[in-house]
């Protein structure tokens, strides 16, 4: 049974930068491509990017500018960070597999609310 | 990037209707759309992909069909875990997008 479990800081003030790490419990971590999608509000499901254990990455064009990834195959952990926040980052974030062609998101960490404010 | 439209936005329905909710994609996707359910405080959980294929343990109620550019996400018969909010994904080509989700309550 493949889990995920995520964890940062929930509460940002403007400018400062975002950090995510999503842990995979069962399965291969390696075999498959992991994902970072939020939610808001007023703009809906937002993909953000996608990496593989090799660190190979592709993010979308709206976010690429400001986002990090990173990869801990020891630990089966993959990380988000996102610079110079503002309010429009608000939003629930969640990690899940999928990507690298097979778009298909069909494990999901439990989301994390991260909340920018001065 | 491929928008993704999705009608009704909100729909009433009672326990054993038959319900069926929209996709329509800006442009030609193939079959390249997937089904989510997502419940309040909860993470999506994924439903249909290929616009057709069940995910595994997933009940036999849920259909879906459609492929080019109109798709559509059918629940035979409505159950009460079934009220939820539903949304599409297109597959097709990063950036990957949804649609702005269909909210349905009970009436």
């Known amino acids: 049974q493949v889990q995920l479990q995520q964890w940062g800081a929930g509460l940002l003030k403007p400018s400062e930068t975002l950090s995510l790490t999503c842990a995979v419990y069962?399965?291969?971590?390696?075999?498959?491509?992991w994902s970072w999608i939020r939610q808001t509000p007023g703009k809906g499901l937002e993909w953000i990017g996608e990496m593989n254990h090799s660190g190979s990455t592709r993010f979308n064009p709206s976010l690429k500018s400001r986002v990090n990834t990173s990869v801990d195959t020891s630990q089966n952990h993959f990380s988000l960070k996102l610079t110079s926040v503002t309010a429009a980052d608000t939003a629930v974030y969640y990690c899940a597999r999928g990507g690298g062609g097979d778009w298909n998101f069909d494990y999901w960490g439990q989301g994390t609310l991260v909340t920018v404010s001065s | 990037d491929i928008q993704m439209t999705q009608s009704p936005s909100s729909l009433s329905a009672s326990v054993g209707d038959r319900v069926t909710i929209t996709c329509r994609a800006s442009?030609?996707?193939?079959?390249?759309l997937n089904w989510y359910q997502q419940k309040p405080g909860k993470a999506p959980k994924f439903l249909i992909y290929a616009a057709s294929s069940l995910q595994s343990g997933v009940p036999s109620r849920f259909s879906g069909s459609g492929s080019g550019t109109d798709f559509t996400l059918t629940i035979s018969s409505l159950q009460p875990e079934d009220f939820a909010t539903y949304y599409c994904q297109q597959s097709y080509f990063p950036p990957l997008t949804f649609g702005g989700g269909t909210k349905v309550e009970i009436k």
């Open positions: 069962g399965g291969s971590f390696s075999d498959y491509y």
């Open positions: 442009q030609k996707i193939d079959s390249y």
